[in-house]
């Protein structure tokens, strides 16, 4: 299904403007006194808001291809409205006949009087709340609220007409269908996805690499809204930023084969290109310090060719985002073969391994060090079998852990205390190795040798404790260290 990039550019250059305003709003507020800026610093909040709403919106309507003839309408409401507020704005900032403190007030009561109870703040709140519904609509949310909708496109309307805009095409409102959303959503529901989750808890610790690299996009690109046909019922699990949000990468599930697939939107120059693929179509590797490889088996030219590189802040999330990604490959039911070396992140040395049981499954435990910022963290993987290596969970090791973070309760159990574990999968419960009144985490080890040294490691130079384990099946996935 092709459709028209113009609004989605639209989209994407609006949130440009967006994030070029709120920089130099911030510039004005830091001239201001101190009595003014709580205003300015709620419409600087509330216009960052809308740039990554309309980024959201249009990143998302790559995958919703169906729903956007019932949005494109909406869109033709705001889009116009927005861009002159964001203009005028700027046309204030730029009045080099005022000072900046006579400036912002101009600003602010000539804009807030245009439309009597629509103050400045107010009208990027509208907006704001314009949007959300706007991708509820598209998303197929139980959420929307058509009311809601018209309460805020009429109010729009008054303000176009109030700044002198010509009133949009009427909407289709027979392109909403309420029932389909519903029936939509219950079966979504019924098919949570552990990766909505990856990414929403806090990060224990924050091991930042000095060195940081630009992310990059390689293709095929297609232009906006001529990628191919996405099925109806698909759910978006993951989305992440790269430099400044010049690159987005978005995770998503097609409902009916559970199958995983990525979209890469990159920024070059002023426009904005967009590449998918499934994730059984790619394979992950460290390259660097700080940045994740993706690439693609070539069919025209016969060999591997680069898809992305993608540059993270911090060792914590590159770690969540390569066993994520591993994870729904290996998962994936279109996935032929998974490349040994794959299983192993590049510059973590292994200190440790054993096999544990664990929520009533046998699962393997390493224990990793990363060569470049030195943290440590726990990692359980499938012990045999079709998904053998997969990971389960992970867990990162605070740094300058006390000496009541491990207790041996028994030959083969020792307990954790501060460990948040990430889990890659939906059947596994933490829960259930929660024990006692600070709720630690409990190890069950399948040997007792490999409990004390698992304790050894942790109250002993690492070089003395960590042996490797004999019967592992891990050896011959590419699991050694390097």
């Not at 304790?455 to 011959?476: G, K, N, R, V, Y």
Request: glycine share 4%.
């Amino acid at each position: 299904m092709q459709i028209s990039p113009q609004l989605l550019n639209g989209c994407f250059h609006e949130a440009d403007r967006a994030d070029l305003v709120g920089f130099n709003l911030q510039g004005l507020r830091d001239s201001l006194p101190e009595k003014l800026q709580p205003h300015l610093n709620g419409i600087i909040e509330e216009i960052y808001n809308t740039s990554r709403s309309l980024r959201d919106l249009a990143e998302q309507a790559q995958i919703h291809l169906s729903q956007l003839p019932a949005v494109f309408d909406y869109l033709n409401v705001i889009l116009p409205c927005l861009c002159k507020t964001l203009r005028d704005i700027m046309t204030f900032y730029e009045d080099k006949s005022m000072n900046r403190e006579h400036r912002w007030r101009t600003m602010y009561h000539k804009l807030g009087n245009e439309l009597p109870g629509t103050t400045l703040p107010a009208r990027f709140i509208m907006y704001n709340q314009f949007l959300r519904l706007l991708q509820d609509l598209m998303t197929r949310s139980p959420n929307f609220d058509l009311n809601a909708m018209e309460v805020l496109r009429i109010r729009i309307l008054q303000l176009r007409e109030a700044r002198k805009i010509p009133p949009p095409n009427p909407i289709r409102t027979d392109l909403i269908r309420r029932d389909e959303a519903l029936d939509f959503w219950s079966q979504e529901t019924q098919n949570s996805h552990w990766a909505e989750a990856i990414f929403t808890q806090p990060l224990p610790s924050r091991r930042e690499f000095k060195t940081q690299r630009h992310s990059d996009a390689f293709g095929p690109f297609q232009k906006l809204g001529h990628l191919p046909p996405v099925p109806r019922d698909v759910k978006i699990l993951v989305k992440r930023s790269f430099d400044s949000d010049r690159i987005s990468v978005i995770f998503f599930l097609q409902l009916r084969n559970q199958a995983p697939s990525l979209l890469i939107r990159s920024k070059v120059a002023s426009q904005n290109w967009v590449s998918m693929l499934g994730v059984h179509e790619l394979s992950i590797g460290r390259d660097r310090n700080s940045v994740l490889h993706l690439s693609r088996w070539s069919t025209e030219e016969r060999c591997i060719k680069p898809w992305a590189d993608l540059s993270f802040l911090t060792w914590e999330e590159m770690v969540l985002f390569y066993c994520t990604f591993l994870c729904l490959r290996v998962r994936s039911q279109l996935t032929f073969k998974v490349n040994p070396t794959e299983f192993h992140l590049r510059k973590e040395k292994r200190l440790f391994q054993a096999q544990i049981i664990d929520d009533g499954y046998r699962h393997v435990l390493m224990v990793f060090e990363d060569t470049v910022t030195g943290g440590c963290r726990l990692h359980a993987a499938v012990w045999e079998g079709k998904l053998r290596a997969c990971p389960i969970w992970t867990a990162f090791i605070p740094p300058n852990v006390s000496s009541s973070w491990l207790l041996r309760k028994s030959k083969k159990c020792i307990w954790l205390r501060e460990i948040q574990p990430y889990v890659f999968c939906d059947t596994y419960r933490p829960i259930n190795q929660r024990r006692g009144k600070f709720s630690a985490y409990e190890l069950h080890f399948a040997h007792s040798e490999a409990a004390t040294r698992f304790q050894e490691l942790f109250t002993s130079s690492p070089e003395t404790s960590a042996a490797s384990i004999p019967d592992s099946p891990l050896d011959e996935a590419g699991t050694s260290n390097s």
